[in-house]
């Protein structure tokens, strides 16, 4: 079946370094990446997306890029904070309705 | 904006009882999602809904679980007998239209099977 993978797992940078996901996906037909951030106890909520007319889009200290062509998309967090350690989701949307989520990747953030 | 509601935010229920958890999506969406979260398995689809039809349930586990839509603004996701390995967080989210558009997630339901 389709299955997207997410790396690292876990991830540990200093507060002001940069932190990078990598997700890498199956079904050529996937044209919608977004990414979740989950925070302990909470509900996985939405930081950012991309469509694959798209090479790269920005939200302030986020930005994701994808490579339709090797199949891979990624997160990139510039200027780290604390409050930006939690559980981090990339997904691909299969099929008609559905998304295929990544493993997660526990960001932690040391001040 | 209400965001999606779901009902009980915690359930601790002893084994062999029947769990109804509860979900309204965002008023306008049409694409309901049930979710399951472990530690072990990471976030599973259950089960979606388009137009409160039944799209897929082939990640239902079991029969002992179902799921309803029976309109627009509900939807239950019910397991009976329930057991210790059902244990887990249940996320409901909707979306408007096709797999393209971003999925809004409930604040879940934490279930505790004794």
Not at chain 1, 11 to 36: H, M, R
Not at chain 2, 10 to 21: N, R
Not at chain 2, 41 to 67: K, Q
Request: glycine fraction near 8%; hydrophobic fraction near 30%; charge should be neutral.
């Amino acid at each position: 079946g389709e299955n997207v993978e997410q790396h690292p797992s876990t991830l540990s940078v200093q507060e002001g370094d940069s932190a990078v996901i990598k997700c890498t996906y199956s079904d050529s037909a996937s044209n919608y990446f977004p990414w979740y951030k989950q925070e302990l106890g909470k509900r996985p909520q939405l930081i950012i997306d991309i469509r694959s007319n798209v090479g790269e889009k920005k939200d302030q200290r986020i930005a994701v890029t994808l490579n339709k062509t090797a199949k891979h998309f990624s997160l990139h967090i510039t200027e780290t904070q604390p409050e930006d350690s939690a559980v981090y989701f990339c997904a691909a949307n299969s099929g008609t309705y559905k998304y295929i989520f990544g493993t997660g990747t526990r960001l932690k953030v040391l001040a | 904006d209400a965001g999606v509601i779901q009902s009980p935010r915690h359930e601790v229920t002893e084994m062999g009882q029947e769990v109804t958890l509860r979900c309204k999506p965002i008023s306008g969406h049409n694409s309901l999602f049930w979710y399951r979260q472990t530690m072990m398995r990471g976030l599973e689809l259950l089960i979606y809904f388009n137009n409160n039809v039944p799209i897929d349930d082939s990640g239902m586990p079991e029969d002992r679980f179902s799921a309803k839509m029976p309109n627009a603004s509900f939807s239950t996701l019910k397991i009976q007998p329930s057991e210790p390995r059902d244990s887990a967080v249940y996320f409901c989210a909707s979306s408007f239209g096709q797999g393209n558009q971003p999925q809004h997630f409930g604040d879940g339901t934490r279930l505790s099977i004794l």
